[in-house]
């Protein structure tokens, strides 16, 4: 298993991290987007972002599940990502 034992491997984590996060939210969103009619884009908006209030609140179970040890939160959240 990677861990992150110095600073930079730390930043270079985040940074992976980071990059995913961004993408996934605009493909989401502009593809919720363009499936929905423009009467019901307000709802479809809010439906999407309700997958990341999801995901944010998964994050502290995994957080918490792993005793709030930082390096091995990163590991793990970086390999979602490469999953997803």
Sequence with gaps: MFKNTDYWGFVFSRMMVGMSTAGIFVIT?????????????????????????VGYFGMTLIAYSLN?????????????????
């Design 29 to 53: 969103y502009v593809l919720a987007m363009e499936m929905i009619g423009p009467d019901y884009r307000h709802i479809a908006g809010a439906i999407s972002q309700f997958f990341g209030i």
């Design 68 to 84: 709030y040890d930082w390096r091995l939160m990163q590991v793990y959240i970086f390999k979602l990502f490469i999953i997803v």
